[in-house]
């Protein structure tokens, strides 16, 4: 689908934000990823998918400017069944389709639910952006974002809305560490101090269960939405 900014959005998007969808049933918790390009966002959904498909029912909605290029990827690896991931084409920066227009996303999200539910979990990714990108709280329930060691130790320090009021921070490719020049430490220091008590993951996930700390996220946010 392609986000049209002059079409009347459906009735049904209003109340879309409610935990309880209009049949009286609880919808799925929402979690949005976000954060630059290359930091590893779609390798971050595609391990949660291989983690957690056995024990729960997921779907996934990825959003790219002008491709289908994230979503192409999922389906490619086979990390969910294709009718439970879905792309939704921005056509602007990607932003726009997560925080100032969100129908595109509501739509996709309201679909899977509809057409492949009852979900426990559906992941929103975000296309490539910078570190002001955060999500409605219309649209999503918790939003993760993801640096990588790659962008340089100092960009924790540097804040924005994404790193300062993300739901969980996740450092990633720890691995490249050495290889970049980045402190670790410094980065979890730096990362602290601008989150203050809001947690920070730092991953590799080539290592094995490198994603297991944002696993063990996302299944605790789940056991409070669903209590």
């Given amino acids: 689908m392609h ?14 934000a409610d935990a309880v969808r209009p049949d009286g049933a609880r919808r799925a918790l929402r979690i949005g990823l976000g954060g ?4 590893g966002k779609t390798a971050t959904v595609a391990a949660l ?13 990825t959003n790219d400017i002008y491709t289908r290029e994230d979503a192409e990827f999922l389906l490619r690896n086979a990390v969910l069944p ?8 921005t056509g602007a920066c990607p932003h726009t389709a997560i925080r100032d227009d969100i129908s595109a996303n509501l739509e996709a999200v309201e ?3 509809e057409n492949v539910g009852p979900l426990d979990l559906i992941l929103v990714e975000s296309g490539g952006d910078n570190l002001t990108a955060t999500f409605s709280k219309g649209l999503v329930d918790a939003q993760i974002f ?5 962008g340089g130790d100092d960009i924790p320090r540097k804040g924005g809305p994404g790193v300062t009021t993300a739901d969980l921070l996740v450092i990633n490719k720890t691995d490249l560490a050495p290889y970049v020049g980045s402190d670790l430490g410094r ?4 990362a ?4 203050g008590p809001l947690p920070v993951a730092l991953t590799s996930l080539k290592d094995e269960n490198g994603i297991g700390p944002v696993t063990d996220w996302v299944r605790a946010r789940l056991a409070a939405w669903t209590a």
């Fill in 49 to 61: 998918c291989r983690a957690l498909r056995d024990q729960l029912s997921i779907a996934v909605v």
């Fill in 36 to 39: 630059p390009v290359g930091s």
């Fill in 3 to 16: 986000l049209d900014h002059g079409e009347m959005f459906p009735e049904r998007h209003t109340h879309s």
């Fill in 187 to 190: 980065m979890a220091r730096d």
């Fill in 192 to 195: 602290k101090e601008q989150r």
């Fill in 146 to 150: 993801i640096i990588d060691v790659a």
């Fill in 111 to 113: 679909d899977l639910e």
């Fill in 82 to 89: 294709p009718e439970r991931i879905a792309a939704v084409e």
